[in-house]
């Protein structure tokens, strides 16, 4: 009995013989409303009840349900209007804060290039801040981009782990196979139902990415030392015609193998015949002189492939940036005008994002081929 402040604790009166009868009556009412497997059986069925039998499928996973459901919603917003608003409460937590104050002048203007035109106008002229805030929006969607693949990965790995607690149950006799098995149609047809929140979250991410993909391009289009960055980053510097200034060079005595290592059991590159001419890029090592071919590749020859004492001491070592040609395009970004850096740098972003759009079109195939068994007795 509920005491009540001020009350005083007494002994509960014995119920009269009519209330014994009443509360009688009302619990044979609660059992009749039980369903048949909670009071039929007092062996292990009743004992060990499960998660699936006392609440239905569908609970254990309105979490993970409603995490996809927030990504598709959000990415389902205009650009702009959807970092402004500072994200999904809940599920992405405030990600996309402290970004743009302005209003979401985006909204309702046509075509794939309505985002950069909005960002353009922000902008005012400024191609560098142009630049920086299409970069951030493209991390801040890489990040949302995550979120989604995650909590599509969630939400399936729930579903099938319910379908398993279902054969199990069936395994260890505690449902029949035709419950078993309509427990499994209702779960695929919810797993149905998840899947067309996942493909229209797909088509969602497809236009926005669209959308950066063409900011992206037209940022790329209006900065020439931005692209020639691209393309460094993407195939190295060209190779240089001949030896340059301070190089020197050796000819090839005899038909050698020009190897990667300064071993013979390293991969080779190419065989060089004799009177070929290489260029000497370093000292010795051991008997494996480094050399430079004019087309750019570099590799080792056995000393016994040019003529004794015919392999000088080159004046300096080979610009290392020949041999590692991402290095210098680096190097020369690090040196880049502001504006092209951040330009580079969102083209980067964009196309991470890009594979991020890969990935989750491929977590949806597979997942759809899963469960074809997952949700089958068979």
């Given at each position: 009995?509920?005491?009540w ?6 002994r509960?009166k014995m119920?009269s ?8 009556a009302?619990g044979a ?7 048949a ?6 062996g292990e ?8 039998a006392l ?12 995490s ?8 389902g917003?205009?650009i ?5 608003a ?9 990600v996309?804060?402290?970004?743009s104050?302005?209003p ?5 203007v046509?075509g794939?290039?309505a985002?950069?035109?909005?960002r ?8 560098e ?6 970069g951030g ?6 990040i ?6 995650a909590?599509?990965?969630a939400?399936?790995?729930c ?6 607690a ?10 029949s196979?035709?419950?078993a098995?309509?427990r499994l ?5 919810r797993f149905?139902e998840?899947?067309q929140?996942?493909e ?15 900011a992206?391009?037209?940022l790329?289009?209006s ?16 190779p240089p015609?001949?030896p340059?200034?301070?190089q020197?060079t ?9 190897r990667?290592?300064p071993a013979?059991?390293?991969?080779a590159i ?7 001419t290489?260029i000497v890029?370093?000292?010795n090592?051991g ?6 071919l004019v087309?750019?590749?570099t ?21 290392t940036?020949?041999?590692n ?5 680096k ?15 969102t083209v980067?972003?964009t196309r991470?994002?890009l594979?991020?759009r890969e990935?989750?079109?491929n977590e949806?195939k597979?997942?759809?081929?899963d469960?074809?068994t ?5």
């Amino acid at each position: 009995m509920r005491q009540w402040p001020g009350q005083s604790r007494k002994r509960p009166k014995m119920l009269s013989a009519r209330g014994r009868a009443t509360n009688l009556a009302l619990g044979a009412l609660i059992v009749l409303t039980l369903p048949a497997t909670a009071v039929a059986d007092q062996g292990e069925r009743a004992a060990v009840p499960t998660q699936l039998a006392l609440f239905g499928a569908s609970e254990s996973c309105e979490l993970q349900h409603d995490s996809l459901k927030d990504s598709n919603d959000f990415f389902g917003k205009d650009i702009i209007q959807a970092l402004v608003a500072g994200g999904i409460a809940g599920a992405f937590g405030g990600v996309f804060g402290g970004g743009s104050k302005g209003p979401a002048i985006g909204a309702g203007v046509g075509g794939i290039l309505a985002y950069y035109n909005a960002r353009q106008q922000q902008a005012a002229g400024n191609l560098e801040a142009l630049a920086i805030s299409i970069g951030g929006d493209a991390r801040n969607y890489g990040i949302a981009m995550d979120k989604a693949i995650a909590a599509f990965q969630a939400l399936k790995q729930c579903r099938f782990n319910e379908a398993a607690a279902i054969k199990a149950d069936f395994a260890q006799g505690r449902i029949s196979r035709g419950e078993a098995q309509e427990r499994l149609a209702k779960l695929r047809e919810r797993f149905r139902e998840d899947m067309q929140t996942a493909e229209h979250l797909d088509a969602q991410m497809n236009q926005r990415q669209a959308e950066m993909q063409a900011a992206s391009d037209e940022l790329l289009a209006s900065d020439p030392q931005a692209r020639t960055l691209i393309t460094e980053m993407e195939q190295g510097p060209p190779p240089p015609s001949g030896p340059q200034s301070g190089q020197v060079t050796a000819e090839v005595a005899r038909n050698s193998v020009l190897r990667e290592g300064p071993a013979s059991y390293t991969k080779a590159i190419v065989t060089l015949e004799r009177g070929d001419t290489v260029i000497v890029a370093g000292q010795n090592q051991g008997d494996w002189v480094p050399v430079r071919l004019v087309d750019g590749r570099t590799g080792y020859l056995n000393s016994q492939a040019f003529k004794r004492g015919a392999v000088p001491t080159p004046a300096r070592p080979m610009d290392t940036a020949w041999e590692n040609p991402r290095k210098k395009a680096k190097e020369d970004l690090a040196m880049a005008p502001p504006a092209s850096k951040a330009t580079v740098e969102t083209v980067e972003a964009t196309r991470s994002n890009l594979k991020r759009r890969e990935s989750y079109g491929n977590e949806i195939k597979t997942a759809q081929n899963d469960s074809q068994t997952v949700f089958s007795m068979n």
